[in-house]
């Protein structure tokens, strides 16, 4: 059964502390990529990874890091640097390539950091 | 639609009428186009994609209209259900290797 598993569905962590966002995929898929949304709002693109050991920021990517070292993997931290850190994280992969094709998403983690 | 702030479009339909939701994209180089349905506290599901060399394409119970001269996309859904309440968002795709780009969705309530 393929698909894209984000740990955990909830999480809370106090200001001040980074913390690391769990994605994983059995797609076999080459790229994936880590959006941010926040209440009534779209998605907004954080980063973007085409290919394992290697990534692209997105649109809103200060604040973030992240790792590709295994194709499966891809875990957002969520650094102390971001000012306001309290949202939906969705995780996608797709087979990606140059002619386009759908995003695969997991069903997110809501982070909430007081 | 488009939204501005936190507000997003709603579209409120009676059960067992047809909706059309609609969306203005951006870039004309744009040549690939995909609507999603997210459920509350999910993830954005794939309903049906197109590309720029045709300007309709049907599925189950759902239609996507394509009018390139425009540059707007439209989602019809046949006889909605109360399960289609949802946030609906297209993306677009420009050729090369960069990511897809969403709109800011719109809200379909259905009323029993």
């Known amino acids: 059964d393929g698909g894209i598993t984000q740990s955990p569905k909830y999480l809370f962590r106090k200001e001040g502390q980074n913390v690391t966002l769990s994605c994983e995929q059995n797609?076999?898929?080459?790229?994936m990529y880590w959006y941010r949304q926040d209440p009534g709002q779209g998605l907004r693109l954080i980063y973007y990874?085409?290919?394992?050991?290697?990534?692209q920021k997105g649109d809103i990517a200060e604040g973030y890091s992240v790792s590709r070292e295994k194709k499966e993997s891809f875990p957002l931290t969520v650094t102390s640097a971001q000012k306001n850190p309290t949202a939906f994280y969705l995780c996608?992969?797709?087979?990606?390539?140059?002619?386009?094709?759908?995003?695969?998403f997991g069903n997110g983690t809501r982070l909430t950091v007081t | 639609g488009e939204s501005v702030g936190l507000h997003l479009p709603t579209l409120s339909v009676q059960e067992g009428d047809n909706s059309i939701i609609n969306c203005a994209y951006s870039?004309?180089?744009?040549?690939?186009f995909i609507w999603y349905k997210q459920e509350s506290g999910k993830g954005p599901q794939f309903i049906i994609d197109?590309?720029?060399?045709?300007d309709k394409r049907q599925g189950q119970r759902v239609t996507v209209l394509l009018n390139k001269t425009v540059k707007h996309l439209s989602l019809q859904i046949a006889a909605t259900q109360p399960g289609d309440s949802a946030v609906y968002f297209c993306?677009?795709?420009?050729?090369?290797?960069?990511?897809?780009?969403f709109g800011k969705g719109t809200r379909l309530s259905v009323i029993a």
């Open positions: 197109i590309r720029s060399n045709m």
């Open positions: 870039n004309s180089a744009s040549d690939y």
């Open positions: 993306a677009e795709f420009s050729s090369g290797n960069t990511p897809l780009v």
């Open positions: 996608a992969s797709s087979t990606g390539g140059g002619r386009g094709s759908p995003l695969h």
């Open positions: 797609l076999n898929h080459d790229a």
């Open positions: 990874s085409q290919i394992v050991n290697d990534f």
